[in-house]
């Protein structure tokens, strides 16, 4: 699965008593890094949470910040004071009779009173408020994972142009190894000639010198290699997993086949083609920093 490390989602829910605000943010990391920034009245809802983003995340320093914000009156029921009422009537009987007023105390002067309503809370259970918890974090969690493949299509095109690069590269000093080889054949025969004029004295000097320069100079294996590593790097950009981690992999592959040229072909026009390779693979290694 070709998806950038940087990515931020935002999610929000209700519940039952309370709202949650979750707040997700990825960076760069070699490792899966979560760090959850969480109420204190919601912590034992930390395993769940990192467990839930383990399953989505692989790789990645993710920071994770939640509020919880009560909300009135959503809920709750309403709980009469009966005895209060009882002993409000009987006070404002007792004041009527005092002030020799006749009659009786009207029910709306008894309803008024606020105070004889109490809103009730019903219990917190602990899975209400985790499927609110989590309807909130399952939507940040869904608008990261977006950004992550929108960030990932805009990296797609600098690889395809890096790898493209490579393959000229490869097929450029495909194209020079055997006229550099011949190169290196005459001027070893040159020198043993020179050394003594008598060749037919030194056929086998000569045939087991060159059969052993061939051996130094002969890059045709690193070069099918790297040909390998380029196609590999191209079907890990469709493949269905994580694969940041395998492409850090092959590009120190293909790095190690191009030193290995380096090295074998002792040659100016491919020195300056493996210069050129080094450079995007430099680019390379830097883009992919960035892949989960």
């Known amino acids: 699965m070709f998806r950038s490390m940087t990515a931020f989602g935002r999610g929000q829910s209700h519940g039952q008593n309370e709202d949650y605000l979750v707040e997700i943010h990825s960076v760069n990391s070699r490792r899966l890094e979560i760090v959850i920034n969480i109420p204190v009245g919601l ?7 990192r467990k839930l983003i383990a399953g989505s995340i692989s790789r990645g320093r993710v920071a994770v910040s939640i509020s919880c914000q009560p909300v009135p009156n959503r809920g709750e029921a ?20 005092s ?9 709306s002067l008894i309803a008024s009173r606020h105070d004889l309503l109490t809103p009730v809370k019903p219990p917190a259970d602990p899975e209400v408020r985790w499927a609110g918890l989590k309807a909130a974090a399952e939507k940040a969690l869904a608008q990261l994972l977006a950004m992550k493949e929108a960030e990932a299509k805009n990296l797609r095109g600098d690889f395809e142009e890096d790898l493209a690069d490579l393959e000229q590269m490869v097929a450029s000093i495909a194209e020079l190894a055997p006229a550099s080889l011949e190169t290196r054949k005459e001027i070893l025969q040159t020198r043993i000639t020179e050394a003594s004029p008598d060749l037919d004295d030194n056929q086998d000097r000569f045939a ?6 061939a051996d130094k100079l002969d890059i ?25 981690r395998t492409i850090d992999f092959v590009i120190q592959e293909m790095n190690r086949e191009i030193n290995t040229i380096g090295a074998k072909a002792n040659d100016l026009m491919i020195s300056r083609l493996v210069v050129r390779g080094k450079t995007e693979l430099q ?4 883009q992919a920093q960035n892949i989960e």
């Open 78 to 97: 309403l709980r009469l004071d009966t005895e209060m009422a009882r002993d409000i009537k009987r006070a404002y009987d007792d004041l009527m009779k």
């Open 43 to 49: 912590t034992e809802f930390d395993p769940r949470l």
């Open 99 to 107: 002030l020799g007023y006749e009659g009786q105390v009207s029910f």
């Open 208 to 213: 087991r010198e060159i059969a052993i320069l």
């Open 220 to 244: 045709s294996e690193e070069l099918t290699r790297l040909k390998s590593h380029i196609a590999q790097f191209r079907s890990l950009l469709e493949d269905v997993e994580p694969c940041g």
């Open 283 to 286: 680019k390379l290694r830097e």
